[in-house]
C-alpha cells in the first residue's frame, strides 16, 4: 500500500470538482508545496538573514580605523554593502573623499583580507 496518496494536479483536481459540484476549498492562487522540516528552514531563514552570525559590515565597521588610518577613518564610515561586491563609504570632507579614492585599490585589498570580506571587489565614495 502507498504511503501517501496521488496527488492530482490543479487543473485536474478543478474538473473534478466542477463536475461534483463540490466548491473549491483552496484559493485559485494558491500553490501546494512540499513540506519542510522546521529546523531545516530556520537555518536558512539564520544564514539568510546572518541571525547570530557578524554581518560583514560589522567586521568592517570595527577595523575601519586600521584599514584606512585614523585620520581618514574619523571623516568617513562604511554605510554598506551592494550586491556581495561593492562597499558604500561616506565621506564628510572633500579632500577625505579624493584619499579614499586614490587609496582605493589598496584600501580593497586589505578588506579582502578580514574574515567574511573576500567577496568585496570595489569601494564607492560618496559625499555625505
Not at 554598506?80 to 573623499?97: N, Y
Request: with cysteine; proline share 5%; net charge positive.
Amino acid at each position: 500500500m502507498p504511503s501517501e496518496p496521488k496527488h492530482f494536479s490543479k487543473l485536474a483536481e478543478d474538473l473534478i470538482a466542477s463536475f461534483r459540484r463540490i466548491p473549491a476549498q483552496e484559493p485559485a492562487r494558491q500553490r501546494k508545496r512540499a513540506t519542510k522540516e522546521v529546523g531545516a528552514v530556520i537555518e536558512e531563514l539564520r544564514l539568510k538573514h546572518r541571525i547570530g552570525r557578524d554581518a560583514p559590515e560589522e567586521i568592517i565597521r570595527e577595523h575601519w580605523a586600521k584599514l584606512v588610518g585614523s585620520a581618514n577613518a574619523t571623516y568617513s564610515h562604511p554605510v554598506k554593502i551592494e550586491s556581495e561586491r561593492r562597499l558604500i563609504v561616506h565621506a564628510t570632507h572633500s579632500v577625505v573623499r579624493n584619499e579614499l579614492f586614490l587609496n582605493r585599490v589598496e584600501i580593497v585589498e586589505r578588506l579582502r583580507a578580514l574574515p567574511g570580506c573576500s567577496a568585496i571587489r570595489e569601494i564607492r565614495i560618496l559625499a555625505g
